[in-house]
């Protein structure tokens, strides 16, 4: 069965705390895998999409990566701005498998 | 066009009542997504169209859930008789068409920002 798990749940990091959050995946058959941020209250916000492993992507101060099995988001120097839940999906045939995703907060 | 467009952003209803909720999509994709999603939880997967044609229902999708997406634009769902673990976030998404190519096996999906229902 086609599932995502993110680590860890929650997250509290101090301004300028730079870490990583990790996307564990088994799918049979990788259509895409996509990191989604998303504030309270408010619908998913898109970030980025890796299709192979080996890919990088990067915008502003968050990269993402991806092997065969799992996908890590880096967040660089972090701001009070990035505090949000951090979601991870798979895609498979047509439609989007997700995590729980990780709720971060940074404090100033 | 700024985004999918989701209508009402927050509902309440007596349990027992029906709802109905509207999706806009971002122009011209072809593509439309519902999902639920509950406090602490990632969106679960309810439906897919591909223009007027729904291709794909999840066993969550019990049969008080009827989507239509009439002429592949705007898309309504509708909850019959609801029930107190109806409560939840309902979000509809949209994606462009693929090209054909590698490159359209992961197409974007982009998010509406939600439509509350609470059931009491």
């Known amino acids: 069965e086609d599932q995502v798990t993110q680590s860890p749940e929650a997250l509290r990091l101090q301004e300028g705390e730079s870490s990583s959050l990790n996307c564990s995946y088994t799918v049979s058959g990788l259509r895409g895998l996509f990191w989604y941020r998303q504030d309270p209250g408010k619908g998913p916000e898109f970030l980025f999409t890796l299709y192979s492993a080996g890919e990088e992507k990067e915008k502003e101060r968050l990269k993402a990566t991806l092997t065969k099995k799992e996908s890590f988001l880096h967040i660089t120097a972090p701001k009070p701005e990035d505090s949000a839940t951090y979601l991870c999906a798979v895609r498979n045939t047509d439609k989007l498998i997700f995590g729980t995703g990780t709720r971060l907060q940074v404090f100033p | 066009d700024t985004g999918v467009s989701q209508n009402p952003r927050h509902k309440i209803t007596k349990r027992g009542q029906n709802v109905t909720f509207r999706c806009d999509p971002i122009s011209e994709h072809n593509r439309l997504y519902w999902y639920r999603q509950t406090l602490g939880q990632g969106p679960e997967f309810l439906t897919y169209f591909q223009n007027e044609a729904q291709l794909e229902k999840s066993r969550l999708l019990s049969d008080r859930f009827s989507a239509e997406r009439p002429k592949g634009s705007f898309s309504t769902l509708e909850i019959q008789r609801t029930e107190q673990g109806d409560s939840a976030m309902y979000l509809c998404?949209?994606?462009?068409?693929?090209?054909?190519?590698?490159?359209?096996?992961?197409?974007?999906?982009?998010f509406g920002e939600g439509s509350w229902l609470t059931v009491v």
């Open positions: 998404a949209s994606s462009p068409p693929g090209l054909g190519t590698k490159i359209d096996l992961g197409n974007t999906i982009y």
